[in-house]
């Protein structure tokens, strides 16, 4: 594999990371629940994006649970770490980092709190893109972020970047995905697209994209799995049916409470494992929240 290359395609789980009542790391529940994600068949591991809590993590802590992780996980499946900030010199580091490591490539989300302009977009990529050899996907997550990464932007990057080398949309948008993929594809037939958003799983891949990250296989990995490989066996039939199968379950998302909250929960609530809480400000549900979840799950 060439510098920059990235082979990420399929179902890419973004792990819970998993706290302690005091609120440190969990580090041998955390190793626990990559096993049980890489058992169950998923083609890579996304850690520390935003079910992965890395807003609630300082620099030290998100460095710690990158080695951790990257050192566990040993070259069983790919691992992106996300290593996005506010601020370009922070992004540099966790980058830099993460390559340390042994990260497979790196998540960048656009920086928050103020709006960029497109310039400043270009300025922050192309400062990581030039600081790591490490394949970089861009996380673009306009509802958190305010910014959404013009595909005219993402095709100048991969054009200066080689290591530019994938974007996840969390747009619930079939037209955004569409073109993105036809668009990009263009630019370099390898730029991976994913979605970030669960239910377009079959979307994503029926438009020629490469895989999705979706925060609900922390609970469920295997039912993303046995979808996706229907779909990679052809059998498009197979694929629509189960994803007709398993979409009530995606009605946990509108369960009311932080994402954040119900993952974890619906995580304990299955056996997958002891997910705890996450840390504040998200609030463990609400009791009527947790029957709802209760009962979502039981479907």
């Known amino acids: 594999m060439q510098p920059g290359e990235l082979m990420l395609q399929g179902i890419i789980a973004p792990t819970v990371t998993i706290f302690r009542e005091d609120g440190s790391l969990d580090s041998e ?19 520390l994006g935003a ?9 030290k802590e998100r460095e710690q ?8 996980v040993d070259g069983r499946v790919p691992v992106v770490i996300e290593t996005g900030t506010t601020s370009t010199r922070e992004t540099m580091r966790l980058s830099r980092h993460a390559q340390g490591v042994g990260a497979s490539a790196v998540s960048i989300i656009t920086p928050y709190f103020w709006s960029l302009s497109e310039r400043e977009v270009i300025a922050h990529y192309s400062a990581v893109a030039n600081a790591v050899d490490l394949p970089i ?3 673009n997550a306009p509802g958190n972020t305010g910014v959404s990464v013009a595909t005219e932007t993402l095709a100048a990057l991969a054009r200066e970047h080689r290591n530019l080398a994938g974007v996840t949309d969390a747009i619930d948008s079939l037209e955004h ?25 079959v979307s994503i891949m029926e438009m020629g ?17 046995d979808l996706y490989n229907a779909w990679n066996r052809r059998d498009l039939e197979g694929a629509h049916e189960r994803l007709a199968r398993f979409m009530p379950a995606m009605d946990m998302l509108r369960v009311p409470g932080s994402l954040l909250s119900i993952i974890t929960e619906a995580m304990t609530m299955r056996g997958v494992v002891n997910a705890g ?4 400000p998200a609030l463990p549900l609400s009791a009527e ?7 979502t799950l039981a479907r």
Request: charged share 20%.
């Open 65 to 72: 649970h990158a080695t951790e992780m990257c050192q566990h």
């Open 29 to 47: 529940a955390n190793r626990a629940h990559a096993d049980f994600l890489i058992g169950q068949g998923v083609h890579g591991l996304h850690v």
């Open 289 to 295: 929240s947790r029957a709802r979840l209760r009962d």
């Open 277 to 280: 809480a996450p840390r504040q």
């Open 177 to 201: 995905l569409r073109q993105r993929v036809s668009a990009m594809k263009a630019v370099n037939p390898e730029f991976r697209v994913l979605s970030g958003l669960d239910v377009h799983i």
């Open 137 to 139: 996907i861009v996380n």
């Open 209 to 225: 994209g490469d895989g999705i990250i979706p925060a609900t296989a922390n609970v469920a990995p295997e039912q993303y799995v």
């Open 51 to 59: 079910v992965g809590e890395f807003m609630h993590m300082n620099l």
